[in-house]
């Protein structure tokens, strides 16, 4: 399937099913905020829990963190945020888009280029040259403005200060000012009483390093873990929920000492990239790569991503850099606290004896649970041919989740709505509910369009209540992938699908 077609059938269906709608959609929608439905919170909920279950429960060496996402402003300032967080900007003048130079097609600089006039279809073909290396990505023309930086940070202020008074007075005052310094000047008002939406939720485990290494006694290697919504006011929105202003992170700060680094890379980038292959249908679409050096940002001694193959080619689904002792080092540059660690065991090579300081490096998986929830819908995305009802052609829609990610773990489905059926349903529901699975009671419509409704929701087994659950207390179990049907007895119900939820069974 082409591009365009396969992501208007993931947001169609995204809508339809209630996973993700357009933000404020009945005014006309904000641009790339969306919300998450009924159906979404549930799967990614259950993306968070999977990657925390994976990063924090299964392990002794890594911790939780939740810290506020208005912080300190020179947090900013020393992670290099304020000076640095930018994109580079660029108008095309033939067709008006704007977008990030570093994301745009590359030619080699030079190159003659052809596009249409105003980047319409048929308008008229006009010539010229790709000067800078790359063409806008709308109309592939090279007439562009120079690249200015934009940073991403929303930035908001903090207690009764009325920003537009100060600037009033500062202006007031200061006549004689005028463009670049007029601006530079203003912003100085501004950042007084600025504060900022975290960018990434990276910050605040480096802040936090010592309250967490101290309170608990951690020992490095150790890893502190963090999600939560981030925010970034972004030039470029694109694919969906690929790139959004407002997202959801996973991140983990793993500490190790100096000269570790790159085994805890390796190590991190295989754990992560096994992560998603455990609940990907297309293992193969799931590869990692490795930065070249002049993509490195500064701090970073080594970097890799984990790549999907999305319906426009590969691209970014979590970074994973070595981002050596830079962080640390930069906070308690600004801050005036020592942010170090002592091993006690390690002997020291200056003195010979046992304990040694030193600031530790870091192996830093930063993933995003949005674009892992987008990744995961176009990898469960499956369409067959089945004969319907009448015995025609007709196509089955399927969302092959992974049973423990899907949102509802299971469907149950009275036959009839009578002869006691939705009764002894209700009461399997309840069963589950208790149980803490998430199901849904479902008696709307004929049989097998409620199948086709579930097998669309990534719903991964049907219980049917028929006439025979009367007579011996059975009921069919459904399975989405192959459609295969069993019976199993009322009382084994809730333990079935809990083992097949364990085993990831489909
Ligand atoms: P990109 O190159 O795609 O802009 P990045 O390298 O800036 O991403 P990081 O800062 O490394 O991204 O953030 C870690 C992860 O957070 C990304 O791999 C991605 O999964 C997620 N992420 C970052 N920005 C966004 C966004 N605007 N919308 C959705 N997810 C995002």
Not at 328 to 333: G, I, R
Not at 456 to 485: F, H, N, S
Request: aromatic share 10%; glycine share 8%; hydrophobic share 35%.
């Amino acid at each position: 399937m082409a591009e365009p077609e396969v992501m208007q059938k993931i947001v169609s269906l995204a809508k339809r099913r209630g996973f993700v709608f357009q933000s404020s959609e009945i005014y006309g929608g904000l641009r790339s905020a969306y919300d998450y439905g009924p159906l979404g919170v549930e799967l990614k909920r259950n993306i968070v829990a999977e990657w925390w279950r994976a990063m924090v429960y299964e392990r002794e060496d890594i911790v939780g963190l939740d810290a506020a996402i208005i912080m300190h402003p020179k947090v900013w300032e020393a992670s290099g945020h304020l000076a640095g967080f930018s994109d580079p900007l660029v108008d095309c003048r033939n067709c008006k888009e704007r977008f990030r130079a570093d994301k745009a097609p590359k030619v080699a600089a030079g190159t003659e280029v052809s596009y249409q006039e105003g980047g319409k279809k048929g308008g008229k073909t006009l010539k010229g040259v790709a000067e800078r290396g790359y063409v806008c990505p709308n109309c592939g023309g090279g007439d562009l403005s120079d690249e200015r930086r934009f940073n991403l940070m929303f930035r908001s202020s903090i207690g009764p200060v009325d920003t537009i008074e100060e600037i009033a007075k500062y202006v007031e005052t200061h006549r004689d000012l005028e463009g670049g310094a007029l601006r530079e000047a203003l912003d100085g008002v501004i950042r007084q009483s600025a504060v900022y939406l975290r960018p990434e939720t990276a910050q605040a485990m480096f802040v936090q390093f010592l309250n967490v290494q101290e309170s608990l006694g951690m020992k490095v290697p150790f890893g502190i873990a963090q999600t939560g919504r981030s925010f970034r006011n972004e030039i470029t929105v694109e694919h969906f929920v690929f790139r959004s202003c407002e997202f959801d992170q996973m991140e983990m700060e793993f500490f190790c000492e100096p000269g570790s680094q790159a085994e805890w890379l390796k190590y991190w980038c295989e754990q992560r990239l096994a992560w998603y292959q455990r609940f990907a249908n297309h293992p193969e679409r799931l590869r990692l790569r490795q930065h070249h050096p002049d993509e490195l940002a500064h701090y970073a001694d080594d970097c890799y991503d984990v790549e999907y193959e999305y319906p426009w080619g590969w691209d970014e689904l979590e970074g994973i850099a070595s981002r050596t002792d830079y962080d640390l080092n930069k906070h308690a540059e600004h801050s005036g606290k020592k942010l170090s660690y002592f091993d006690p065991q390690k002997p020291n090579p200056e003195t010979g004896k046992p304990g040694l300081r030193y600031v530790p490096y870091v192996i830093e998986p930063a993933a995003g649970a949005t674009r892992t929830l987008l990744m995961l819908l176009l990898d469960a995305y499956h369409e067959e041919a089945v004969p319907d009802a009448k015995g025609e052609d007709a196509t089955r829609v399927v969302l092959k989740l992974h049973p423990r990610l899907a949102p509802y773990k299971a469907a149950v489905l009275p036959l009839v709505k009578k002869d006691g059926l939705p009764e002894i349903g209700h009461d399997i529901v309840k069963k589950f509910l208790q149980a803490g699975l998430f199901v849904s009671y479902d008696e709307q419509h004929a049989i097998g369009r409620r199948y086709r409704r579930h097998d669309e929701a990534g719903t991964p087994y049907c219980l049917t209540v028929d006439g025979q659950t009367k007579q011996d207390q059975t009921v069919t179990i459904r399975y989405r992938d192959d459609m295969r049907q069993e019976r199993i007895p009322i009382e084994r119900a809730v333990d079935v699908v809990r083992e097949k939820l364990q085993r990831g069974d489909r």
